[in-house]
């Protein structure tokens, strides 16, 4: 199975300069970035598949960036998002990590050494969650259940009783999943819902 390498993160600010010079201070920094000024731009452009990372505004014209990671979120669940604001609140810092899912929250002006751990942490992210998605793909909706209770720790008399079906159903769905994943074992199992390569 061949993911596309996750090499570009994309920037997004209403100041054109800013969003320029925050996607050169990446590229300086091993990180190769994009900048954007127009949150459709961005979107029109997610369908390359090789964006893991999106350090987005909060405050922009068109639209704020809690919108825009809705539906980026919608677009592309796999992609990294890192919040960054000139007016930071107590109430936006916990909306872009518990709500919206990013990773960080930061203030401008923006701190490098900050803002690049905080984009490499959400490359690694967007890479596991590609993994798992390209992994759990194939599956039938009833054999991702019994995959995500087997990773867990259940056992096939548990998932027979939480899914409300037989143990033999569950051991058929089992030999599914592994023949779909190729995996030697629970171990190898609970390697891939983790998004590590085996």
Not at 71 to 85: E, G, I, N, Q, S
Request: glycine letters at 6%; a negative charge.
């Amino acid at each position: 199975m061949t993911m596309p390498p996750l090499l570009r993160v994309a920037v997004l600010d209403d100041d054109d300069d800013l969003a320029a010079t925050v996607a050169r201070l990446l590229s300086r920094n091993a990180l190769p970035a994009s900048a954007f000024s127009v949150p459709h731009s961005l979107l029109d452009a997610l369908p390359s598949g090789d964006f893991g990372c999106v350090v987005s505004d909060i405050q922009m014209g068109e639209v704020d960036g809690f919108t825009f990671a809705e539906t980026l979120r919608a677009a592309d669940p796999c992609v990294a998002l890192v919040f960054m604001t000139a007016w930071p609140t107590t109430t936006h810092a916990v909306d872009a990590v518990r709500r919206y899912g990013g990773l960080d929250y930061l203030e401008k002006p923006i701190d490098e050494a900050r803002l690049i751990a905080a984009v490499r942490e959400g490359l690694d992210w967007s890479g596991r969650e590609r993994r798992i998605a390209a992994i759990t793909q194939s599956f039938t909706r009833r054999e991702r259940e019994v995959f995500d209770l087997l990773v867990r720790g259940h056992s096939n008399k548990e998932i027979a009783e939480r899914l409300s079906i037989s143990a033999r159903t569950v051991e058929d769905h089992r030999a599914a999943i592994v023949t779909k994943t190729r995996a030697n074992g629970l171990s190898q199992l609970i390697a891939l819902s983790r998004g590590e390569e085996v």
